[in-house]
């Protein structure tokens, strides 16, 4: 009997501001890799700055549309209008359909961003039911705080702290669509399937310490290069501020600022605690799953990929 051989890829994780997007380029690089967004903000366009997007352009890659960053094509980036609501199914679909182009044309897939369920849906295969946004019943959520909206879930699914970011609306909103009209704890709604890739997960250690600080001088590095003025030019365009994309860290903070609620340093200070607060949830998501490789560089990264894909060079 034949064996099949399933795509491997390199999924490359961890919370923001601890180097992804810099070892990605590094092992595309290296390895004539392709790229594949897993950051489920940097997808939207004119969301740039302030999403930690690397400067790039659109463009084509043999053929393919895709976003062009120092001559490496990156898919799932850039593309998708700031209103539109974006799946973990879809984005899953849209990834599995870029790596098997990436592998067929004998490249390394690189699969970067901290979305964490966006990783694991892909890892472990994970099928999510098919119930459609309700409309309605997203106008009657998004009128409640996001404390009522939290309490109102937990008390119809008590499970749902280990798998819902409490601390995201929008998630909040549509796991409560979920259990509303499956009857059914979010855990029991996501099933994992027969594997559709090897993957092999790898992040940048960093101690706490070292992440605030370099989430502190990101954040002070984005202002200046214009993300007070970036936000200023999407509300301009009439970007809603309950737009999916609006929901990324720091803009909220920032807008305060903007129409003359607080002052630019107390604003950029919320800034700088609200991405920590982001970063520490990332931690504790990633601390879950024992199969992520940490390394302290990425010249340890290199070699342990290296050694990963040298199995496989005949699918390389």
């Not at 850039?78 to 199914?89: G, H, I, R, S």
């Not at 590095?221 to 003025?229: F, N």
Request: include cysteine; charge should be positive; glycine fraction near 6%.
């Amino acid at each position: 009997m034949a064996i099949t051989l399933i795509p491997r890829v390199v999924c490359i994780v961890g919370p923001t501001s601890s180097g992804k997007t810099a070892l990605s380029l590094r092992l595309a690089e290296k390895f004539d890799g392709e790229i594949i967004n897993a950051d489920a903000r940097q997808c939207y366009t004119d969301f740039d700055i302030g999403t930690g997007k690397p400067v790039g352009k659109k463009g084509e890659y043999e053929g393919r549309r895709s976003y062009i960053v120092k001559g490496i094509p990156h898919y799932l980036m850039d593309f998708l209008p700031p209103e539109q609501v974006y799946t973990v199914a879809e984005w899953r679909k849209a990834a599995m359909r870029a790596i098997k182009g990436i592998t067929e044309r004998k490249h390394l897939p690189i699969v970067v961003g901290g979305t964490g369920l966006y990783i694991k849906a892909l890892v472990d295969n994970l099928s999510f039911p098919k119930v459609p946004p309700k409309p309605h019943l997203r106008e009657a959520f998004e009128k409640k705080s996001r404390e009522e909206l939290v309490a109102l879930l937990l008390k119809m699914d008590p499970t749902a702290a280990g798998t819902v970011d409490l601390k995201n609306p929008r998630r909040v909103i549509r796991a409560l669509e979920i259990v509303t009209f499956t009857g059914k704890p979010i855990s029991e709604t996501r099933k994992m399937g027969k594997p559709d890739v090897e993957a092999f997960q790898i992040g940048i250690r960093r101690t706490r310490q070292e992440l605030y600080s370099r989430i502190d001088r990101e954040v002070e590095d984005m202002i200046e290069r214009g993300w007070i003025d970036e936000i200023r030019e999407l509300l301009r365009k009439g970007v809603s501020l309950d737009a999916p994309a609006m929901t990324s860290i720091g803009y909220r903070e920032l807008i305060s600022y903007i129409k003359g609620e607080k002052p630019l340093d107390d604003a950029v200070a919320a800034c700088k605690t609200a991405v920590r607060r982001y970063a520490k949830r990332q931690e504790t998501w990633y601390r879950r799953d024992k199969r992520i490789h940490w390394v302290a560089s990425e010249k340890e990264a290199i070699k342990m990929v290296g050694e990963f894909f040298s199995l496989s060079s005949p699918q390389l």
